[in-house]
């Protein structure tokens, strides 16, 4: 009974977390993005790739495929109501978004301590094929997410 106390305490607070940082976050906005999915330690974030966004070749331009991972990264990251930054990121891009594809990031917590932690991130395709992967490692800085 604790257990299952304690659980839906973290995914409430996950819940709040999110929202408070996405209605803060004017650059995901911006981009379309929404959160479709979060948990502590997890979010899953969607976007759709929009005439604006693509590059010369016709296809999403890679900064913005880096900003849906890094918006996933920092809700995933962020779900423990713990005020935290990326530190460093890499990504590898697998096959092109095109125009009008909704494309879905799922990052996931692989390893957290009081100050860093490592996130694995995935952009899927509708299709539900990989089109990036991107790692990141987080820094935690003073403070909570949520408003005291």
Known sequence: MAD??????????AERSAAVLFERDRA????GMGITAIRPGFAQVSMTVR???????????GGLL??????????????HNEA???????????????PG????????EVWRTSRNGIYEIVIFNPHGEKVALFRGRSYRIEGPVLPP
């Not at 995901?28 to 981009?31: G, K």
């Not at 880096?66 to 779900?79: E, G, H, K, Q, T």
């Not at 935290?84 to 095109?98: G, N, W």
């Open 4 to 13: 299952n106390l304690a659980a839906a305490e973290a995914q409430l607070l």
């Open 28 to 31: 995901s906005q911006m981009l």
């Open 51 to 61: 005439e604006d966004m693509l590059n010369g070749h016709g296809v999403c331009h």
């Open 66 to 79: 880096f900003a849906l991972a890094d918006s996933a990264f920092a809700f995933a990251c962020n779900s």
């Open 84 to 98: 935290t930054v990326a530190a460093a990121a890499a990504i590898d891009f697998l096959r092109p978004a095109q």
């Open 101 to 108: 594809e909704q494309l879905t990031a799922e990052a996931r």
